[in-house]
């Protein structure tokens, strides 16, 4: 089970993290992954680590104001959302891959979480 958390109402430029909490799997041995879609959009990727936390890979719209990480130790992974914008609106998803790392392909991505909705507006 996925269960992300920590999303709501943000003014643009602010932040917020993102946290998903992985149980009843060995999490160290999934790569990890956040895609995002907001109303009327298809779903895109946004950021993934590998299962050690070595590969990152980042949409060109996210790089350089978020930040992907994880603990393995918690079952964790997080996404640290900086200068935040109001196109970043969306709800926002962890999902996990058995044999993908860093992929930006929705479809190898075997198990998603129920989203946490992120707004960003002033």
């Known amino acids: 089970q996925l269960q992300a958390s920590g999303g709501g109402l943000v003014q643009p430029g602010g932040s917020l993290r993102l946290s998903c909490a992985a149980s009843g799997l060995t999490f160290s041995n999934y790569n990890m992954g956040w895609f995002r879609q907001a109303p009327g959009k298809e779903r895109e990727f946004v950021a993934a680590?590998?299962?050690?936390?070595?590969?990152?890979n980042y949409a060109d719209s996210v790089k350089g104001r978020f930040t992907i990480s994880r603990d393995n130790a918690k079952n964790s992974v997080y996404l640290q959302m900086n200068s935040l914008k109001p196109e970043d609106t969306a709800v926002y998803f962890c999902a996990l891959s058995k044999y993908y790392s860093g992929s930006r392909d929705g479809r190898v991505y075997d198990y998603w979480g129920q989203g946490t909705l992120v707004t960003v507006s002033s």
């Open positions: 680590i590998s299962w050690l936390g070595s590969i990152t």
